[in-house]
């Protein structure tokens, strides 16, 4: 008998490749009640013609540090590796495994991996049946999906088919591939696959504020709701929590040092990491103070900067002060 799903509380952090590694999971989870925020995940691990190793997906996943679960997600279109990677991901601790069939980059598009394989709903549905089969009853094995390829028509056949296969869930990305990550993101679709199947369904799509967590679930019926872009520009969207610019500063800073202290990033690659963040979250409201131009030309500057030290020291400022009231020009 499949263990129930691990997760804490109704909202989770999407896996995003190139962000949600352990140190940038962990800032974030650290920040929500477990109540709130329920989960989170890997990002995507590519499996192609061999299994991958226990040891490099405990690393992925990075010791347990929350009550809250992470899912390794793995994405391949090979029914052997990818069924002998789930096991291996059981071995190196995974609480759940989910199964990337949204993936829209050309790369694995061309290797017909990711939201490839939704132009074959009975092969979407072979692969989660091994996956399930390899798991054993151990985990919950999950599986997420965009809306289609080209168009939508598949929606409904493509969630039975994940269902059929035995997934424990089904997270919908409410966008087709050929929509990328445009803004048009229709929830109706979401509510489609709430009807099509019995298992329970994550929803996900452009959630840009914490309100429309508990408005995708009344407005489509998923038990589950997935941030992905708007946990970047703004870490505290998962409570109703108004952070600020010395908030922000303070969770670039813990980052920083995660990265520094615990995986060992370089000062190059840690950098990199700050300013990409660096941008979101201003573009998000989160570290930009409005009306306060020459704090705006500053993080401009150190959005090119190339050392690490002075990156840091400003942020160590921007914690400490004291964070006056919005002062609009
Ligand atoms: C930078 C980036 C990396 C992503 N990497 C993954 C990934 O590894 N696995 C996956 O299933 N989805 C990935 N996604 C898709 C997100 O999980 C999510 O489905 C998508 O961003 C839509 O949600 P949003 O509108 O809340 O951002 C990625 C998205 C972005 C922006």
Redesign the pocket.
Known sequence: MTPPLPFTGPWLL??????TEACFRDAVLSRHAPEGLGGA?T??VRVRERAIPVESLAERLGPRRFPQPVGL?L?GSDPGPLAASVDAAIRAGAPLVDL?F??PSPKHFGACAGSALLAWPERVEALVRACVTAADGRVPVTA?IRSGVEDDRRLEELARAAEAGGASMLTV?C?TRDEG?RDC?DWGRIARAVAAVRIPVCG????RRHGDLARMRSETGCAWA?????ALSNPWIFSDVAAGPADGARFLLDYAALMQERSGFGAVRTLFRLRQLLGCMASGGVLARAGEPPAEADRRRKLQAEDLAPVLAWLEERACAPVAAAQPV
């Open positions: 999407a896996p995003m490749e190139g962000v995940f990002e995507f997600q994405m990337n949204g993936c997420k990305h966008r990550y993101a996900n799509g452009s959630i997935m941030v992905g872009r708007a």
